[in-house]
């Protein structure tokens, strides 16, 4: 069985009209049909407005209760934004009267209980920062109810129209053509069988997911170069490469489809089309003049860099610390256990706080402005946690046993690019081969990886990670955890878990170059849970609607969720807190 669901929203008022949005569902709808996909096709073009209401039902219609779906072909085209790493938002036509976007990720996840083989997932949406308080605290919603099967993990093909942080375009319609969403487009030129570029080398007649990938990155150069635009799409593609045939030759139905007209290009070499519109959250245009490209203003597109106030210098701290706050000096550490000022004069906010062997403590710091920044320190690693003067908020670990600025660089990096959006599931093995740092694993880099991970439903590799902190005697970053869907069991003052057998990645000549740690086989391992709520803001959307796995500790923190602040490290207001403080009987220094 094979079943699509296209979706084109092209008022999402107060937004730009995309009238592109229209073209491209109708156009993957026919695709789908002759491609012999049990097709829906979701659209505003009777002025219907697209909802979440209105795509819960079209799924549930469509998604069998009693079968086994071999594809799913999932595709927007609309506005859009990205939330966290690797975290991406589709906004409906009412996103801005009921304050509610479609996470993609979260309805990933909620795919995983209906017995799907094999998922797509095609998205022709922005993928830039908020620029707005209104966007940035939409509800994030999975869609979807819990499936009638227990989750298990498809061979995920995903591809974005831009990567993490940019704008996807739309061109306006002429004579010649219809208003193009670009992406759409020529992915549909792939996947009709229009270009040879499009097949696969090795899988004779046939565009396979690697095909796709690789003619989608070639033609998105080309239009870009054509109409003047900056547009490279982000796809991540399972294996092997022929786990899906999206197009073959042979196919008696696959024949037949028009050749796509488009747009006439610019005639001024130097100028972008007129009308081009971003896919993004931008004010309404106002006539048809040209939309403006250029980007916003940098402190409305990204927050400074980290790196400025995540300096420790090269003093040592006093052997009885484990807790470093730079920047804005706290008023109080509320813990599970307990802390108290190290009196060390080296630095004004160095703390000691109680952590039992072989264990980690819930930390949540308080600001005299009624912030509270969380936290987790480890029994034998230093914490260092940074506010700056704009509040923005990070935190890393290291050894307490020698120079801790070197160590945590690669962790103020990852950092760094997760809160300006330049961090892609592409580069997670290589920050996953930076986790084992001296004699520890590196905690923060763990529960930011979880994430990339995450994005291309690579569970194995989320699990892999747990492993090793287990290994180490180190509690699993709470995310790992979560992410990684592992049983939560309540242990004391802390959550155990049990991480199962994890079978080695296929040998390639890009895993043959990764470290061991990143593509062996592990033997199963029970460990501890490092924390007590999920470390980046991200993971809260997880909480609200839990996995069987996800529900002790989604029980104990879902009262929080109206509390946390706009950040990438989780954070709250001063009710949230406090909620958390007296649910798990919190202590302050």
Not at 393 to 402: L, N
Not at 463 to 487: N, S, V
Request: proline letters at 7%; one cysteine or more.
């Amino acid at each position: 069985m094979k079943l699509c669901l296209t979706i084109g929203v092209s008022r999402a008022p107060p937004l730009s009209y995309l009238p592109g949005a229209i073209t491209a569902a109708k156009e993957m709808k026919e695709w789908a049909e002759r491609s012999g996909y049990r097709t829906t096709i979701l659209t505003d073009d009777g002025k219907v407005p697209v909802t979440v209401s209105r795509i819960r039902t079209a799924l549930l219609e469509l998604l069998p209760e009693n079968d086994i779906v071999n594809a799913f072909v999932l595709h927007f085209a609309g506005h859009g934004y990205r939330a966290g790493a690797e975290q991406n938002m589709w906004l409906p036509s009412d996103w801005n009267t009921e304050l509610r976007a479609i996470s993609v990720e979260g309805l990933k996840k909620r795919l995983y209980g209906h017995g799907i083989e094999n998922l797509t997932i095609l998205s022709d949406a922005c993928r830039s920062l908020p620029s707005s308080v209104d966007i940035a605290d939409l509800s994030q919603d999975s869609v979807l109810p819990r499936g009638p099967y227990d989750p298990s993990f498809p061979i995920i093909d995903r591809f974005n129209a831009v990567t993490d942080g940019k704008e996807a375009y739309m061109l306006p319609g002429d004579e010649n053509a219809p208003a193009r969403c670009i992406f759409s487009s020529v992915l549909l030129e792939g996947l009709s069988g229009h270009r040879d570029e499009a097949f696969d080398k090795y899988v004779r007649d046939c565009v396979t997911s690697e095909s796709l990938d690789l003619f989608s990155k070639t033609r998105m150069k080309e239009i870009s170069e054509l109409y003047r635009l900056k547009c490279a799409p982000e796809n991540t593609v399972g294996t092997p490469r022929d786990h899906f045939i999206y197009f073959r030759r042979d196919n008696p139905g696959n024949g037949g489809a028009a050749t796509l007209r488009w747009p006439a290009p610019p005639e001024t070499p130097s100028a972008p089309s007129a009308g081009v519109e971003i896919l993004e959250h931008a004010p309404p245009l106002k006539d048809e003049a040209l939309f403006e490209l250029a980007p916003a203003p940098p402190d409305e597109r990204q927050p400074q860099d980290i790196r400025q106030s995540f300096r420790l210098g090269r003093e040592y701290t006093d052997d009885e610390v484990n807790l470093v706050i730079l920047g804005q000096t706290p008023t109080r550490i509320w813990t599970t256990e307990h802390a108290a000022d190290s009196g060390n004069k080296v630095r004004s906010s160095e703390y000691k706080v109680d952590v039992s062997p072989q264990s980690a403590s819930q930390i949540l710091v308080e600001f005299d402005d009624g912030i509270f920044a969380s936290a987790v320190v480890y029994d034998q690693l230093l914490t260092v946690l940074s506010r700056d003067e704009r509040g923005v908020i990070g935190w890393a670990c290291a050894s307490r046993w020698v120079e801790a600025q070197p160590q945590i660089n690669s962790s103020i990096n990852a950092i760094s690019n997760l809160q300006a959006g330049s961090l892609s599931a592409d580069q997670v093995d290589n920050i996953a081969a930076q986790l084992r740092e001296m004699k520890h694993v590196n905690p923060t880099l763990g529960a930011i990886s979880s994430y990339l991970y995450d994005y291309s439903g690579d569970i194995d590799s989320i699990r892999r990670m747990a492993y090793f902190y287990c290994l180490y005697g180190q509690g699993i970053p709470f995310d790992i955890a979560y992410m990684g869907l592992l049983p939560f069991h309540r242990n004391g003052p802390v959550y155990a878990t049990d991480v199962p057998p994890i079978a080695a990645r296929n040998a390639t000549p890009e895993n043959d170059r990764l470290p061991d740690w990143v593509t062996r086989g592990t033997d199963p391992i029970s460990g501890f849970v490092a924390g007590l709520w999920p470390w980046l803001r991200q993971g809260w959307e997880f909480v609200e609607e839990p996995e069987n796995e996800e529900a002790i500790p989604a029980e104990h923190i879902r009262d929080a969720i109206p509390y946390l602040l706009p950040s990438q490290f989780t954070s709250f207001s001063r009710d949230g807190a406090e909620i958390l403080i007296r649910k798990f009987h919190m202590e302050g220094n």
